[in-house]
């Protein structure tokens, strides 16, 4: 086996000595987790048509379509965030990573305990009004699909659906500007589990590149953007990020020995 040491240590070190390190995640931070990917040799679309997700099939079978999707998503509040969702949780507790951008619509950042995450596709977690906009705990929305009910809103009576980014609809204008700013403001982006086939996503490390930023990827497998990254890592992200963090905390806490040893002096 590999020893990915080395290389985790130069990925720690880029991030102690960044200023602004923005980490970018796709749907290979999640399959430790035992969610399947969408592309991959035992991903999503082998099995199920992807047409079956675009938005006009969904507003023309709307309860076949929510049938659908408590199939293949329905279980995912039962999930729990793996080491590399908790590893990039605690660089950014430490200072080091300030912002997560991710195309997953699992929300396990955020129970890992990401603060800053922005996501690009939206959270299964929870059903929006196509009307109004409220949103509700998709719970409620997978009793009444249970029940062969349509899931509405409480409130308008609007037609609920995912809070997700179905084919054919626009990712959301806040999350891709913000999204967009971080990646320029950045002076370290890190790709971890995605193979940066999907856009608008797969700009962002290239917009962070064109600002001069250093860009890393960690992914099991080619990526579109390896020829520009000034570092690749072909590693599981669950057994690399875990690495990378312990080095960079032993980092941190070196240099704050240093700090307060020269204070006695």
């Given amino acids: 086996m590999e020893d990915l040491r080395p290389l985790a240590k130069?990925?720690?070190?880029?991030l102690v000595s960044s200023e602004f390190a923005v980490v970018l995640t796709g749907a290979g931070v999640s399959t430790a987790s035992g969610?399947?990917?969408?592309?991959?040799?035992?991903?999503?679309?082998r099995v199920v048509d992807p047409s079956?997700?675009?938005?006009?099939?969904?507003?023309?079978?709307?309860?076949?379509?929510?049938?659908?999707?408590?199939?293949?998503?329905?279980?995912?509040?039962e999930v729990k965030p793996n080491p590399a969702h908790l590893a990039i949780a605690r660089l950014e507790q430490m200072g080091l990573v300030?912002?997560?951008?991710?195309?997953?619509?699992?929300?396990?950042?955020?129970?890992?305990?990401?603060?800053?995450?922005?996501?690009?596709h939206g959270n299964a977690r929870y059903a929006v009004c196509t009307e109004c906009g409220r949103k509700y705990p998709i719970?409620?929305?997978?009793?009444?699909?249970?029940?062969?009910r349509l899931p509405t809103c409480p409130v308008c009576g609007g037609l609920l659906k995912p809070d997700v980014?179905?084919?054919?609809?626009?990712?959301?204008?806040?999350?891709?500007?913000?999204?967009?700013t971080l990646a320029e403001g950045s002076d370290l982006f890190m790709v971890v589990g995605s193979s940066l086939a999907v856009s608008p996503a797969n700009q962002?490390?290239?917009?962070?590149?064109?600002?001069?930023?250093?860009?890393?990827?960690?992914?099991?497998?080619?990526?579109?953007l390896d020829d520009i990254a000034d570092v690749k890592v072909e590693a599981p992200v669950e057994r690399f990020m875990p690495m990378v963090c312990a080095i960079a905390e032993d980092m941190l806490s070196s240099r704050s020995g240093c700090r307060s040893s020269a204070g006695l002096t």
């Fill in 98 to 120: 300030k912002a997560v951008i991710t195309q997953n619509i699992d929300g396990l950042h955020q129970a890992a305990g990401s603060r800053r995450v922005i996501e690009l």
């Fill in 204 to 224: 962002l490390p290239v917009v962070a590149k064109s600002r001069r930023a250093k860009l890393i990827i960690v992914n099991v497998g080619e990526t579109m």
């Fill in 139 to 148: 719970e409620d929305a997978l009793k009444a699909v249970g029940e062969g």
């Fill in 35 to 45: 969610i399947p990917d969408f592309r991959g040799p035992q991903g999503l679309w």
């Fill in 10 to 14: 130069r990925v720690a070190e880029e």
């Fill in 52 to 77: 079956l997700f675009e938005i006009t099939y969904f507003y023309r079978n709307p309860l076949e379509s929510w049938r659908l999707f408590a199939a293949r998503f329905g279980s995912l509040r």
């Fill in 165 to 180: 980014i179905y084919f054919g609809e626009p990712l959301p204008p806040d999350a891709l500007q913000e999204a967009f």
